[in-house]
């Protein structure tokens, strides 16, 4: 199991810990449907990437660790949504 880097979860602040808490639980049942393991949807260290830099537009999501085109694709709207209070 990936652990997360302590250093870069002590800084996050309260909305930052909501926020991962949603995308958590929304790659928890991202992996279910799709019948994979959580990690392969949506690593650790790219929740708490995406949670730090709250990104807004799907150029955005180019910055953010461990995001790449086909994610971006796949669930990037979806990402959006979710930091951006929408999700």
Not at 7 to 23: E, P, Q, R
Request: glycine share 8%; no cysteine; proline share 3%.
């Amino acid at each position: 199991v990936f652990k997360a880097n302590p250093l870069a979860s002590s800084s996050l602040n309260s909305a930052s810990t909501d926020i991962i808490a949603v995308l958590k639980q929304w790659r928890t049942q991202k992996s279910s449907v799709q019948g994979m393991p959580a990690y392969m949807v949506l690593h650790d260290a790219t929740i708490i990437d995406l949670a730090q830099k709250m990104p807004i537009t799907t150029q955005d999501l180019n910055e953010i660790h461990g995001m790449g085109d086909a994610k971006i694709k796949r669930y990037g709207r979806e990402f959006l949504e979710i930091v951006n209070g929408g999700g």
